[in-house]
């Protein structure tokens, strides 16, 4: 069960195999469809006192976790690309100054992306900058409520061509209300031009408690219909397909090689530590079992409390992380590594989930071969289904056992 | 007890009237429960029951009683259902009893049940004690009420008691006429033991549990009974009285209503309506037990794992010792495997069947759609009854057709007539008579097939008429009638268990209605399955499931796994709970909303 704790929880060393997440909860202003945690207009004042709060963050897990080697880091938000040049660089220069990871992004948002910005990021090491572009139409950008716009969009592109020595990933949203199908593909055809090594291609989601969500509720907007958004999902993979990007994850693409490292790690369930307000961890306990913990969102608390400890935790039982497995994995067009199973879980899938795998099989919505079980395109589509299926055969199980990571 | 200090009187009412309330207050007088484990509508101890607000079982209860002359009485009050698929329970505590408290909500007047169950107990001679209650509601109308006693129902209104079940005002000066009005039993206590089985019920415990009113004789423990019908004999191990719980006693003596147990091992020995009597000394002859219980609406229950069917079984026996409107016999399906074909008194029966079989026995089941019982006349001149779609025959071999008939009998304010009449006319319903009962109040007669009555036509009126209507109905005959069998096919192949018989003209709205409401129903869990409506093959209406989910394809990362995965322990899927047909499976929930499809 999650708890607030007063003192920090106690973590096993785990010096190398690890990742690092850096949440930057800031927003020009805040999108209208957007409810991951980030606030809107915050003064230089609450940057510095987060980003100082994040760097004091990220020593303390490196100690309690006896930390030496990172793989992949991700600074995210939010809009990283907000924080003034100095903050940015002081949190990056921390980072890269203990550590060389393989891959290492920041996001960034068309309307303040800066050549200080990209400066700052090519001198501290990291190798890779996401670009929340989500689409070419100013219409829909404004009725989406993103601060930036079309122009933005080019200027920011033009900028990181000329720039950026790095790799680029572009964000792009698809089935906005009233976005044709034409419309879509045209939004991709202008991310493709650019070149970039991966692509993010998301749904808009109606989240409940945001504005969009209100609007459609009360029929000022009508939504897509099911049909339209499949025809869009399929007119947009195999435009994708086409030109040279693998649909490695329901909604990303990569050009081979390409694929974003750090979130792999997030598929697979491997360790990783979150830094900053609400931003989550799943590391080892010092008793053995996978801890989650998720930082507080309130900045205050947050800037003012050691940070270890503004957390809440939750050890993963061994049923919560095979459904998690599942969960992230079967995301993953060549899904989970049978060894990774058997390393973590002492049983195939097959065994692990009665006799639901099984019957899945026989519906042809997942496959195993000797290496790996994944979803078939059919059955990636109908995830939640079978993930609720699963997560009754699992609740009915009493002997699991998990060796994590 | 002495049959002079018995009284066993009956509370019925239309719905909602305030039976189970007043009950209550019979029940706190007589301090059978500690305060502190009092809840309201006591009686009503099924969690269904309480679930939804309304009483499904009759509930005897032993209420002791000091009077005003001094003496000690024993008052055993029966708690009856008022909704009309439960008539049967109240039929029954009507000839276990000799008085009647008729309660009348003062709000709402006179209503269908009132009447229906008035003609019963007057029926059955029994004394019958006006009860006017909710006199604590600002909206209360008692003398318009007391006018509706006298003219609706021709009874002495200065004879009604004014109370408020809730707030216990006017419940003393209604036991006290009570004791006086209502005639003590007038058995022969020295007569061989002849006692009637009202109810019984399986307790897992104790076994089997029979509830029983004795006429003549007495029922001690240790005593060798025999059941009437089947010569079965057993051992009473226990006697004793209803006092919320089962509380034993040396013995039942005439006029006295109570229980027994008796190590009984068959559970079919037990038949409500049976007379039981002493094995060495048998009474000359039976008592008249009960109407026998006429079903109205068929359905056929089918294990959701064939696997269980025993379990199914064992649990038809125990809830049928409990619920003794409930009939049924072996049925099978290709799609379904083996099960059974049960008769009910109306959906609202058929539900609560369904969710005590879940509950009480812990079966996962679904029931196939609903149907009357239609007469087909076939070309060789052979008359078949038929209930079960399964078994309608080939078109060509089918002369014609009869379907049951009723005849409603609504009570509604004048100005829903309007719309009532609009109701009926979509129902196919013919008018017979129309009558003012007062300035207010109509009384309306209509010939409505039974079909139309038991798809959702109670919850329209109620609707229509903000709750004021209300109706019963008696059932006429049969009378000709179009009739079509609607497959249902999904994936394209037709499943057995979702067929109904349909009225030729309802036909289109029905299978549009089903295929929409299936396609709610069914998990997205391939990337296409037509749902259709067939008649002979021709497709009439058809609906596309999609897989496509847009949840899958919103974003996913670390900061959200834990959120993700509680939604899904939350939703988890309930083991059993599906039902593969064909090669798609088929929530129970899909088979439940084909009960509830109509044309909308
Ligand atoms: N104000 C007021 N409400 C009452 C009174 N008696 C009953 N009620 C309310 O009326 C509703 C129905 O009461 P019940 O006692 O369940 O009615 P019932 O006749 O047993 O209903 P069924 O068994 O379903 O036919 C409940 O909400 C009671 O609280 C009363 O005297 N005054
Ligand atoms: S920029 Fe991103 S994080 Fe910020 S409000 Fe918009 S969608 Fe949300
Ligand atoms: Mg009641």
């Known amino acids: ?187 991709l055809e202008g991310a493709v031009a650019r070149a970039p090594g991966h692509v993010s291609l ?103 409390a050691d940070p270890l400890s503004a957390l809440s935790v939750e050890r993963l039982s061994a049923g919560a992380l095979l459904l998690e497995q599942l969960m992230m994995g079967l995301r993953l067009e060549d899904g989970i590594e049978r060894s990774r199973i058997a390393r973590r879980f002492g049983a195939p899938l097959e065994e692990l989930l009665g006799g639901a795998w099984d019957h899945w099989l026989a519906k042809g919505w997942v496959r195993a071969d000797e290496s790996a079980y994944a979803c078939t395109d059919e059955g990636r589509l109908c995830l939640n289904p079978l993930l609720r299926e699963a997560a009754g055969s699992i609740s009915g199980r009493s002997n699991l056992k998990v060796v994590w990571p | 007890m002495e049959q002079n200090d018995i009284r066993n ?87 276990s009893t000799e008085g009647a408290l008729l309660v009348i909500d003062a709000t709402q007047g006179v209503e269908a049940q009132t009447l229906a169950n008035m003609y019963l107990a007057l029926e059955h001679n029994l004394e019958i004690i006006p009860v006017i209650n909710k006199i604590d509601m600002p909206s209360a109308d008692v003398p318009n009420v007391k006018k509706q006693i006298e003219h609706d129902l021709g009874m002495d ?208 089941i679904v029931f196939t759609a609903p149907s009357v019982r239609y007469r087909v006349f076939m070309q060789d001149g052979a008359e078949r009854l038929i209930d079960n779609p399964l078994e309608y025959p080939d078109t060509t071999l089918i002369e014609r057709a009869e379907e049951p008939y009723i005849k409603a009998g609504i009570i509604t304010p004048g100005e829903y007539l309007g719309s009532i009449m609009t109701l009926a006319l979509d129902k196919r319903g013919t008018q017979i008579s129309l009558t003012y009962l007062d300035e207010k109040r109509v009384e309306v007669f209509y010939e409505l097939p039974l079909a139309e009555v038991l798809f959702d036509f109670y919850d329209k009126l109620k609707s229509i008429s903000h709750g004021y209507a209300s109706f019963d109905y008696e059932l006429l005959g049969y009378r000709p009638t179009e009739l079509v069998k609607l497959d249902i096919l999904v994936n394209g192949k037709p499943v057995d268990a979702l067929s109904q018989l349909v009225f030729k003209g309802n036909a289109y709205a029905r299978a549009r209605s089903i295929c929409r409401k299936l396609s709610a129903e069914i998990p997205r869990h391939q990337f296409k399955i037509p749902i259709q409506g067939a008649i002979g093959g021709a497709i009439i209406a058809r609906e596309t499931i999609s897989a496509f989910r847009k949840d899958v394809t919103a974003k996913c990362y670390g900061g959200d796994i834990t959120r993700k995965r509680k939604l899904l322990e939350k939703q988890k899927a309930g083991k059993k709970r599906m039902k593969t047909v064909g090669n798609v499976e088929l929530p129970q929930t899909a088979f439940l909303s084909v009960l509830k499809a109509d044309e909308e």
């Open chain 1, 1 to 187: 069960m999650a708890m607030k704790t007063d003192s920090s929880p106690s973590l096993q060393p785990h010096p190398h195999d690890n990742a690092l997440y850096v949440h930057v909860p800031f927003c020009r202003r805040k999108c209208r469809y957007c409810d991951f945690f980030s606030i809107a207009d915050a003064d230089r004042e609450t940057m510095q006192a987060v980003v100082r709060a994040e760097i004091d963050g990220i020593d303390r897990f490196a100690d309690a976790l006896a930390v030496a080697s990172i793989d992949t880091v991700y600074i995210g938000g939010g809009t990283p690309s907000l924080l003034p040049g100095d903050l940015l660089e002081r949190l990056l220069a921390r980072i890269g100054g203990a550590w060389r990871p393989v891959e290492w992004t920041v996001e960034a948002n068309p309307e303040s992306l800066s050549r200080d910005f990209i400066d700052v990021c090519a001198r501290t090491g990291v190798t890779r900058i996401s670009l929340g572009v989500q689409t070419f139409d100013d219409r829909l950008l404004r009725f989406l409520g993103r601060a930036g716009t079309a122009a933005h969009n080019r200027r920011a592109l033009d900028l990181l061509a000329a720039r950026w020595p790095g790799e680029l990933s572009l964000d792009l949203i698809v089935c906005i209300p009233t976005q044709t199908v034409a419309g879509a593909l045209r939004d």
């Open chain 2, 157 to 364: 209104p200065d004879g009604a008691f004014l109370i408020s079940a809730k707030l216990g005002t006017g419940i003393d000066e209604l036991m006290e006429a009570m004791v006086e009005r209502i005639p003590p039993p007038r058995g022969d206590a020295a007569a061989p033991l002849k006692a009637l089985i009202f109810d019984s019920h399986y307790d897992s415990y104790r076994g089997v549990v029979v509830h029983v009113r004795i006429f003549d004789g007495a029922m001690k423990r240790d005593q060798q009974i025999r059941f009437w019908s089947n010569g079965a004999v057993y051992q009473a191990e226990e006697v004793g009285i209803f006092r919320l719980r089962l509380s034993k006693t040396d013995a039942l003596s005439a006029g006295e209503v109570g229980y027994f147990i008796a190590g009984i091992k068959t559970v079919s020995d037990t038949r409500v309506g049976d007379t039981v009597t002493d094995h060495q000394r048998p009474c000359a002859e039976a008592l008249k037990g009960f109407r026998e219980v006429k079903p109205v609406v068929f359905s056929s229950i089918y294990p959701v794992d064939s696997n269980d069917y025993e379990e199914l079984v064992a649990g038809m026996e125990k809830l049928k010792l409990n619920d003794a409107s409930l009939v049924y016999e072996k049925d099978s399906s290709a799609a379904l495997g083996f099960g059974f074909r049960c008769g009910f008194l109306g959906l609202l029966h058929l539900e609560i069947v369904q969710e005590r079989l879940e509950r009480e026995y812990d079966l996962s």
């Open chain 2, 9 to 95: 009187f009956c509370i019925i009412a239309h719905i909602d009237h305030g039976k189970s309330t007043l009950a209550d207050r019979f029940i706190q007088r007589a301090h059978l429960v500690a305060d502190r484990d009092f809840h309201d509508q006591i009686l009503d101890s099924m969690d269904i029951e309480r679930e939804r607000g309304i009483t499904i079982k009759s509930q005897a209860v032993a209420i002791p009683h000091r009077a005003r002359d001094g003496r000690e009485y024993l008052l055993n009050l029966v708690d009856t259902p008022g909704h009309v698929d439960f008539a049967y329970e109240v039929s029954r505590a009507i000839s």
């Open chain 1, 202 to 304: 998301y749904d808009l989601t109606l989240e409940e408690g945001t504005p969009l969500f209100a609007a459609v509720r009360s029929g000022e907007c009508a939504q897509p219909t099911t049909e339209s958004e499949i025809e869009v999902w399929r007119e947009t993979r195999s435009f994708l397909t086409a030109s040279g990007y693998r649909p490695y994850e329901v909604s990303n693409f990569a050009r081979p090689g390409k694929e974003c490292l750090h979130n792999l790690r997030y598929w697979r369930l491997d360790p990783y530590i979150g830094v900053g307000p609400g931003a989550a961890s799943t590391v080892p306990g010092a008793d053995g079992t996978a801890l989650r913990l998720e930082t507080t969102q309130d900045l205050r608390q947050y800037c003012a």
